[in-house]
């Protein structure tokens, strides 16, 4: 058998660094893999200036890393270093109103990332993707997780429209569950959250459905993914993908 597939998750929020593995509960009951957070870096916004010229450090010809390059692509370098058959993932929220700068959100993150793996050839073992509006958004599209955790119906059944095109899900969940908390909550929702039934309206879920689409072409890269229905399961050939994140 393989070594373990380890995908190592950049994040942005404090709920997530808890439990955003657990989003891929289903690829880990699917392929010898898990997922693990390596750090929160906290959200970065688009640059508003160009980057000043690399400084040297002193005595050598080396620059000096810039502070995303500290963040976010030297503990990536790290952790593929350290582990065979590893990829680095770094998962943003992309609210409504960055949804309109989403290119700009997103071209930060890979200068970093390559800033410091190309080097090592290791830019291709990396990627950025986001949840939009955020994480709470995909609790609207299988409501019998809400509810059970609940244990009351909060949601009457499942969101009729795109869940990536709810304002403001978290808000929207508070007002119908007066008691929710986004983090002690999460927890328990995320093991129920069925995936598939998630994504199976091919016409929704785009960004969601990128993710998906790319940790599933790692695995099966490195031959760790044993289900070969998987793809079909998540509606990779048939389904949306987002334009921004899907060429990674």
């Known amino acids: 058998m393989n070594s373990i597939c380890r995908f190592g998750l950049l994040v942005t929020g404090e709920g997530e660094e808890s439990f955003l593995p657990l989003l891929f509960r289903t690829l880990m009951a699917r392929a010898y893999c898990q997922f693990e957070v390596i750090r929160r870096i906290g959200q970065r916004s688009p640059r508003t200036s160009q980057r000043p010229n690399a400084l040297k450090m002193v005595g050598t010809s080396r620059r000096v890393p810039t502070r995303d390059e500290e963040d976010i692509g030297i503990p990536a370098l790290g952790f593929l270093r350290n582990h065979p058959n590893s990829f680095v993932l770094l998962v943003d929220d992309l609210e409504r109103d960055r949804l309109a700068i989403s290119r700009a959100v997103f071209d930060r993150y890979p200068a970093a990332l390559d800033g410091t793996l190309a080097a090592s050839g290791l830019q291709n073992r990396a990627a950025v993707h986001f949840l939009v509006n955020m994480l709470e958004a995909y609790y609207f599209a299988d409501s019998s997780a809400v509810n059970k955790v609940a244990g009351r119906q909060v949601l009457a059944a499942d969101h009729p429209a795109d869940v990536e095109q709810i304002g403001h899900p978290k808000n929207d969940l508070k007002r119908r569950w007066m008691a929710f908390d986004a983090k002690m909550h999460g927890d328990p929702i995320l093991r129920l ?14 960004w969601l459905r990128t993710i998906f689409a790319w940790c599933i072409g790692k695995l099966g890269a490195v031959d760790a993914l044993y289900d070969e229905t998987t793809g079909q399961e998540f509606c990779l050939d048939s389904g949306c993908q987002s334009a921004v994140t899907r060429g990674q």
């Open 193 to 206: 959250l069925d995936i598939p039934h998630i994504l199976a309206r091919p016409d929704e879920c785009c």
